[in-house]
């Protein structure tokens, strides 16, 4: 993956700076709500990962076996539904419309094989649980301007970061930025 670079580490009091820089999103406006999500995802990035990072050693120290079978069924399961998403247009068009209930559906399809192996505590605690961590973190944290700019460049595809490419799997670009990442990369190389 040639081009790929990791996002800077925010620094902490940026990342928890108090509640004046926290509010309620807009249940009523999901677009923006999304926007705010996914800007956040893209400018948090590594800080996401230390906080993930975190609750893995954690929970993998005490259950390191579960923890190995937890990660190896989301990433297998992850994978597999991108390929069906690209390789099938039902699929497609479902995560194109529905891409939060796509990404639930991957987590409950990861939940039922894993109680069969009796993983369930290992798959709330050390995925779900850093999940719903990052997820309240980016519904509730205000962007800022550096957090636009950032996310601006990410989108017209003048960097390209891990958070990006997952987000791109997802679904979670708009089109009309794939086009002008499209266009603006047709010139650079040109």
């Known amino acids: 993956m040639s081009g790929v670079e990791l996002a800077p580490h925010r620094a902490w009091d940026d990342f928890f700076p108090g509640s004046d ?8 406006d999901l677009v923006k709500w999304n926007n705010r999500v996914v800007s956040n995802l893209l400018y948090y990035q590594t800080n996401y990962l230390e906080l993930a990072l975190g609750v893995f050693c954690i929970v993998g120290f005490m259950r390191p076996t579960e923890m190995v079978l937890g990660c190896a069924v989301v990433i297998v399961l992850f994978v597999a ?29 990861s939940y039922c094989i894993l109680s069969l192996f009796g993983g369930v505590m290992v798959f709330l605690l ?3 649980l850093p999940l719903l961590l990052i997820f309240i973190h980016a519904s509730l944290r205000l962007r800022n301007i550096q957090n636009k700019v950032e996310n601006r460049l990410e989108g017209i595809g003048l960097k390209k970061t891990p958070m990006g490419i997952v987000l791109d799997a997802l679904g979670q670009h708009e089109a009309k930025i794939n086009k002008i990442a499209d266009f603006v990369t047709s010139k650079i190389k040109d």
Do not use: E, H, M, Y
């Not at 820089?21 to 009523?28: M, Q, S």
């Not at 479902?94 to 639930?104: H, L, Q």
């Open 21 to 28: 820089r926290f509010g309620k999103p807009d249940f009523n």
């Open 81 to 109: 539904a991108v390929w069906a998403s690209d390789n099938k247009a039902v699929i497609q068009r479902f995560k194109t419309k529905a891409p939060s209930a796509f990404v639930v559906i991957i987590l409950l399809a």
């Open 126 to 128: 050390g995925i779900s």
